[in-house]
């Protein structure tokens, strides 16, 4: 283990929190932006972030995956926080299916744009564009993994970014935040909000798929 890669991944990890926080206060996602990934600073992701560590150019996560055969430190985090995809992946209602994901809250959601914005720009640094979430959202084909209603709020806000820039994005998710029932995306009134990197707070599922 490299150990002049604990202070870099140190600061890889703390500016991309820092960002998302930025992010997330202007969104009005004051106690997700305080608490986001605060998963990354235990020892299963910490370790493999250093072991891993990528000169802060990519996740250490890709490389852990091409070693190993798979990222522990990523799955020690997906199930921790609520603003990933696979977070919300559950099991079918019938046995028999494949898993199917679950509509996202609302603030999981705005909590998750802010994040792949961040990571787009502690990534690429300079070379950051606001089309970097988008292509990346397409490149890995993340569609297959989101549920139907989370996937139209979730690409319209990448083209958003794409198309109209940060700024709007981020004054249009706000609104959102202040608007729930005024969007589109209607919430389950009997399903609370979530919150980032707490280990029991699944958030319960619909009757239906119990
Ligand atoms: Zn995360």
New binding site residues.
């Given amino acids: 283990m490299e150990l002049s890669n604990i202070p870099n991944h140190f600061a890889t990890i703390t500016k991309h929190k820092l960002t998302v926080m930025d992010l997330c206060f202007k969104v009005g996602l004051v106690k997700q932006g305080l608490l986001?990934?605060l998963s990354?600073y235990y020892p299963s992701e910490f370790l493999m972030g250093i072991r891993y560590y990528q000169g802060g150019k990519r996740s250490p996560n890709a490389a852990e995956r091409q070693d190993r055969g798979y990222s522990s430190a990523w799955l020690h985090?997906k199930g921790r926080?609520t603003?990933?995809l696979e977070y919300w992946m559950d099991n079918p209602p019938e046995p028999g299916g494949p898993m199917v994901p679950v509509k996202m809250p609302l603030n999981c959601v705005l909590e998750m744009v802010c994040?792949r914005i961040a990571a787009s720009k502690v990534y690429n640094g300079a070379e950051y564009t606001d089309d970097m979430a988008w292509k990346y959202y397409n490149r890995r084909q993340e569609w297959s993994i989101t549920h139907p209603e989370t996937r139209i709020l979730l690409e319209k806000l990448l083209v958003m970014l794409k198309d109209e820039g940060e700024f709007r994005t981020l004054a249009y998710m706000r609104w959102l935040m202040k608007h729930p029932r005024s969007s589109a995306y209607v919430q389950d009134p009997s399903r609370r909000k979530c919150s980032?990197s707490r280990r029991n707070d699944r958030t319960a599922p619909p009757a239906s798929r119990r």
Avoid: E, L, M
Wanted: aromatic share 0%; no cysteine.
């Fill in positions: 986001h990934d990354k985090h926080n603003h990933h994040d980032s």
